[in-house]
Structures are given as structure tokens and as C-alpha cells.
């Protein structure tokens, strides 16, 4: 006997067709299949896709606020950038922990069944962040959480965070961070990424860099990157590459050629960049990396939620669907078939992006659903619908229902 029977499903491409579900895998996608199943549920012409997934989240940093309201209130005075570095050296693995958990309840309620997680490794937050995140990935079996360990205050005025990262990896994790453009030279910036790429090749990892955050055109530790990934053969994800909208054209696309010889997808996270552009005067930018001219020169662009109530972002409901309309927007992806575009950056190339096995809507795939109450993909993302269904491994993790009563 099957486990789940969904009927009439409204596939992405359109078709109506039955889904049956056996051990936490699709056994059969078709119209009126057979066979009994412990549950069976008719989705009337719901639209039904793989669940989303959501490539980057720095976790441990996220619903600072909880931990800022335990500050003194001189710390809680300071600039958030400033209060930020007491509130990570008051993190204890719990607390991450705790804020972790409830990033994980908003990612099943909104129909996620993989999630990267970065927690800081610095002198401030020693290895406690990672610790806490660590623990969140034994108690959800059926979701996948990636972890990568992210030297956010670099290298160069803290010399003793290399041997911490190094620390963070030997403990267990799916890709080493790097954020070489936050070091105070060119010099420091490449030193930062040749040692995050040594680091990910000792240990056998990926590497998953936060490349020029900034509108400086003069950043470029993106293609710098590129080229160290090119010369060793090595799997690299690169996030934001704001600074490429501020370059020439000439030395965006010399940057953009080297990204797609590496085979590297870019993640960027452009609701994030509305809000932290440093310019300070209008017209501002929208700070978003090149999204078309990635994608038109053969590079994969997905996108993340990437913060969540933290000093870098103060909004965020770890939503998928949210940030592919936050994404439709700023990238300007808003017509026809730029809709679909934007559905591949939230689900099946994001789960390429981070090297998911069975991923997808066909028999012998994972039965990991998200059914949207729409019937289409355009409807969803105009009315960020309710996730009717969460299907994740095989079983229904989570239910929405939403009313409304008009009184005329």
C-alpha cells in the first residue's frame, strides 16, 4: 500500500496528473493512476513543484534582536554593526541554537526541504555558533542542513580566526566560507582567499565565498576567486558580486567570462542589497550583481534569503517564495518566461548549487513537495499564497490555511 496519493496536481509545466508516495519517495507521477495509499488527497488543480530550497542563511546571526534585548542599554545604543560584536560574544551554543530552531520551524512552514546555514567563526563568537547550528541538523532528519563555517572578520587584524575555521571544519561541514573582500588590502584579500581555497581542497570541500559586497568598483575578489578555482579544478559558490554593476563593462564581463569557465553558480540576494547599498545620497542603487548578463553569458543565478532580523537585513520570513518576488523585482525578471527563471533560482538550481541527490518531481525523486494554493506559478508569486501542503520525506510536515471574511 502507498503512503500518499495526491490527485490532481498542477504540474509546472502545466500538466494535471496524480503523485503517489511510498517510503518518502515519488513512485508514479500520471494521470489516474491506481493503487491504494493510507492517504489520499485531492489538490483540485493545486499547483505542485519540488520544494524550495534556500542556498544561504546566516543563521547564527539571525533574531538578533532576541539576543540584543539582553544588552545593557549602552550597548544597546550603538550602531548595529557596533552592538553586533557584544551580541555575538554573548552567544552560547544554546542560544544559536534556539534562534536556529525557529529559522527551521519558518523553513518547513514555507515548504523548504534544504537550507545552507553559515554561522560566524571569529574571535568573537569563537566556535559557539557553530556548535549551536551543529545540533539543529540531528533533530529535523527529514530536511536537509548544510553548515559552513564563515570567517566574517577576516584574517588579517585577527590571525587566530584561521585556526578556528579550521577547527569548525574538522568538526563536520558541507563547504568552507570565505569573505576575502572585507580584508583591508588587495595583498590581505588574496591571502584570505588562498587560504579558504587550501582549507576547502586539505578537507575535500566546496567553497562558498561572499565575493564584493560593496558598490566599489575596485572590489574584485570575485574574479580573484575565479581564477584560484580555475587553476586548481575546484567547486566554488560565489554570493552577491555587488561591485560588478559598478565596473566598466570591460571588466564586468572579463569577470563574468572567468565565473562561467569555473562553473560556478552566483547566489545573489538582491532584497538584501535595497537596504545595506552604502551610497547615502539618492539616486540610490539597487546594488544588485548583474542577474542578466550572468545568465545570458551561461552562468547559474539562484537566490537566498541570506538574513533574517539581523543587522545586515531587519525583515525576513526565511520565505522562498518571498524572495523569488523580491527577486522578480530588483532583477527585473517580472515578464513571460523570466517568471520561470526566477522558480529554477528558488528550486531545482539551487538544489543543483548545492549538490542534492534525488531532487526533483519524477519517480525515484525524493518525495519532497511544496503544493501552493494556486494554479499557477505567476499567481503564487503576485499573491505569496499559502503553502497548502509541505510534503517532506515523504510525509505531510506542515498545513496552511488561510481565511478571509469580508463584512460589506
Not at 493512476?33 to 546566516?58: C, K, M, W, Y
Not at 532528519?141 to 579550521?166: D, K, S, Y
Not at 539618492?282 to 538574513?307: N, Y
Not at 539551487?350 to 505567476?378: D, F, H, I, K, M
Request: proline share 6%; aromatic share 8%; with cysteine.
Amino acid at each position: 500500500m502507498l503512503d500518499l496519493m495526491l490527485r490532481n496536481a498542477i504540474l509546472p509545466e502545466g500538466r494535471r496528473v496524480d503523485i503517489a508516495i511510498s517510503d518518502g519517495v515519488i513512485v508514479a507521477v500520471g494521470e489516474g493512476l491506481s493503487g491504494r495509499a493510507r492517504r489520499e488527497i485531492d489538490l483540485e488543480g493545486r499547483f505542485t513543484q519540488p520544494a524550495f530550497v534556500n542556498p544561504h542563511l546566516h543563521a547564527c546571526k539571525s533574531f538578533w534582536a532576541w539576543e540584543l534585548s539582553r544588552q545593557p542599554p549602552e550597548v544597546r545604543a550603538l550602531h548595529r554593526f557596533q552592538a553586533l560584536a557584544y551580541v555575538k560574544r554573548a552567544y552560547t551554543p544554546q542560544s544559536v541554537f534556539e534562534r536556529g530552531l525557529a529559522l527551521i520551524k519558518l523553513a518547513i512552514q514555507n515548504g523548504t526541504c534544504a537550507i545552507r546555514l553559515f554561522a560566524d567563526v571569529d574571535e568573537e563568537a569563537g566556535l559557539r555558533a557553530f556548535e549551536g547550528l551543529k545540533r539543529l541538523q540531528a533533530q529535523f532528519p527529514f530536511l536537509t542542513i548544510q553548515l559552513v563555517p564563515f570567517p566574517q572578520n577576516g584574517f588579517a587584524r585577527h590571525p587566530e580566526n584561521m585556526e578556528l575555521l579550521e577547527q569548525a571544519v574538522q568538526m563536520g561541514c558541507d563547504a568552507v566560507g570565505a569573505v576575502p573582500w572585507l580584508e583591508p588590502t588587495e595583498t590581505d584579500q588574496k591571502a584570505h582567499a588562498e587560504f579558504c581555497l587550501e582549507l576547502a581542497r586539505k578537507y575535500n570541500l566546496p567553497l562558498h565565498a561572499v565575493a564584493d559586497d560593496t558598490e566599489n568598483p575596485d572590489s574584485a575578489t570575485g574574479a580573484y576567486l575565479a581564477r584560484l578555482a580555475i587553476e586548481h579544478s575546484w567547486p566554488l559558490l560565489l554570493t552577491q558580486l555587488g561591485s560588478l554593476s559598478f565596473q566598466d563593462d570591460a571588466t564586468a564581463e572579463e569577470t563574468i567570462r572567468l565565473i562561467r569557465q569555473t562553473g560556478a553558480t552566483v547566489i545573489s540576494n538582491g532584497h538584501i542589497e535595497l537596504v545595506t547599498c552604502g551610497v547615502n545620497r539618492p539616486p540610490f542603487p539597487r546594488g544588485i550583481t548583474r542577474v542578466k548578463e550572468l545568465l545570458a553569458a551561461g552562468v547559474r543565478v539562484v537566490t537566498a534569503q541570506d538574513d533574517v532580523d539581523n543587522p545586515y537585513y531587519p525583515f525576513g520570513r526565511n520565505d522562498p517564495l518571498e524572495v523569488a518576488l523580491w527577486m522578480a523585482h530588483v532583477g527585473q525578471l517580472a515578464w513571460g518566461e523570466e517568471l520561470e527563471t526566477v522558480r529554477h533560482m528558488v528550486t531545482d538550481w539551487a538544489a543543483e548549487a548545492l549538490g542534492l541527490p534525488g531532487y526533483g518531481l519524477t519517480p525515484g525523486s525524493q518525495a519532497n513537495l511544496v503544493v501552493l494554493e494556486a494554479a499557477s506559478w505567476r499567481e503564487a508569486l503576485q499573491f505569496q499564497v499559502a503553502k497548502r501542503y509541505v510534503i517532506l520525506g515523504g510525509q505531510i510536515r506542515a498545513e496552511e490555511r488561510r481565511e478571509v471574511r469580508f463584512h460589506f
